[in-house]
């Protein structure tokens, strides 16, 4: 199916956060950070679910 000026391309969303390339956190940081954030996430769903089944 033909498609006028539609498009997912998002190379043009940049993380103004990463503009310093030169100073990123170690690998094992990041992943320990992302781990963080998953659980973080995970145990607000927990309390979520445990509220909706009182």
Do not use: H, Q, Y
């Not at 391309?9 to 320990?32: A, R, T």
């Amino acid at each position: 199916m033909a498609r006028d000026k539609t498009s997912l391309d998002i190379f043009w969303i940049k993380d103004k956060s990463l503009s310093d390339l030169d100073n990123l956190p170690e690998p094992d940081e990041l992943v320990n950070e992302i781990i963080e954030n998953l659980e973080a996430g995970l145990n607000s769903f927990r309390d979520i679910a445990a509220i909706l089944s009182k």
